[in-house]
């Protein structure tokens, strides 16, 4: 299959990116800018392109025609959005106009409708008091990042109510752990945060309220598969909506006593006063594992932890999680 990633320079894109091609299919990344880019594998195509530009995206042949497309190209966090909202309706839902509308010109050239898998978030939920938040619970953003992507998510379905594409929207809590040449770097997430600590890069972790905030996090791998098996069963003419988690609660403190077991050494902390946050945010992925048969074996917060402490501080030892095999090709859906 022919598959464009967009995002292919940022954490999760690039995993994506070299499972793809691992697993035989023929990938272009896309990212913005190219200094930046890291090392894919072999055969990858990098072309350059922002998405606000659109001769940008005609000079990146993105209209050529693609099988697949997988969009993780976006802005993402929601604390930087409050103060930035144009920035990020302009980067998550303009950008994502013009991405559909050169996959449309390719798709008339070419006659093949794509298979669009579109990177969402949980964020689209907002403040929710449920146990775990289903893909039926009413979106109701709370910030400019969940409402961006969700206005994102309202465009893809009525593209794909055209028949011009077939879209699967994941949305996923938060990704973490790491793979070879795949770091999370974003020292504003906790994982990442936490062990700059551990390693003597930071000299304290701020806890916001009493740290037993529940959260929950999924392997990158297992969220790269996601991508790979939501391609398959994307359909021209549909659109279907899936969360993508581990279904386990985890909190700060949580986090922090992992940290400290893998490091061989306490996470030195303070505690700060609450943020208006959700104080659970769990979301329910049985629909996912039901229908297209995705699981999470590698989303323990033990082994998220311990991959993101060996990756990200030199050669990972004997054990640590790598990409997986290569894989049977996924049948075209087109």
């Given at each position: 299959m022919r598959v464009?990633?967009?995002g292919a320079a940022g954490f999760i894109g690039g995993v994506v990116t070299d499972m793809l091609a691992t697993a035989g299919h023929q990938v272009t990344a896309m990212v913005r800018e190219?200094?930046?880019t890291p090392r894919f594998a072999p055969d990858v195509e990098v072309v350059a392109a922002d998405l606000l530009d659109p001769r940008q995206l005609a000079a990146a042949g993105v209209?050529?025609?693609?099988?697949?497309?997988?969009?993780?190209?976006?802005?993402?966090?929601?604390?930087?959005?409050?103060?930035?909202?144009?920035?990020?309706?302009?980067?998550?839902?303009?950008?994502t106009i013009n991405l559909l509308a050169a996959l449309e010109e390719g798709a008339e050239h070419t006659g093949v409708a794509p298979a669009f898998v579109f990177g969402s978030t949980c964020a689209v939920y907002g403040n929710v008091d449920l146990a775990r938040i289903p893909e039926t619970c009413p979106p109701d953003p709370a910030n400019p990042y969940g409402t961006s992507k969700f206005a994102a998510e309202r465009l893809l379905s009525h593209q794909a109510g055209t028949g011009l594409l077939g879209a699967v929207i994941l949305r996923s809590f938060n990704v973490a752990g790491a793979v070879a040449g795949h770091i999370d770097r974003d020292g504003s997430r906790i994982i990442p945060a936490a062990i700059a600590v551990a390693s003597g890069c930071r000299d304290v972790f701020r806890v916001n309220g009493d740290g037993l905030a529940l959260r929950e996090y999924v392997h990158v791998v297992d969220m790269a598969?996601?991508?790979?098996?939501?391609?398959?069963?994307?359909?021209?003419?549909?659109?279907a909506v899936f969360n993508v988690g581990s279904g386990?609660?985890?909190?700060?403190?949580?986090?922090l006593a992992a940290v400290g077991r893998v490091a061989g050494r306490p996470v030195r902390r303070v505690h700060c006063p609450p943020v208006s946050e959700p104080r659970t945010l769990i979301g329910d992925s049985t629909r996912i594992r039901a229908d297209l048969g995705w699981s999470s074996p590698a989303s323990s917060i033990d082994r998220i932890v311990a991959d993101a402490w060996r990756w990200g501080r030199g050669p990972a030892p004997a054990g640590a999680t790598a990409l997986p095999p290569r894989q049977r090709i996924a049948p075209s859906i087109t």
């Open positions: 464009l990633v967009t190219p200094m930046t209209s050529r025609g693609f099988e697949g497309v997988c969009h993780l190209a976006a802005l993402t966090r929601v604390r930087e959005s409050r103060l930035d909202p144009v920035r990020y309706f302009q980067t998550n839902l303009t950008g598969t996601a991508y790979l098996t939501a391609l398959v069963a994307a359909r021209p003419g549909h659109c386990v609660g985890v909190s700060v403190t949580d986090v």
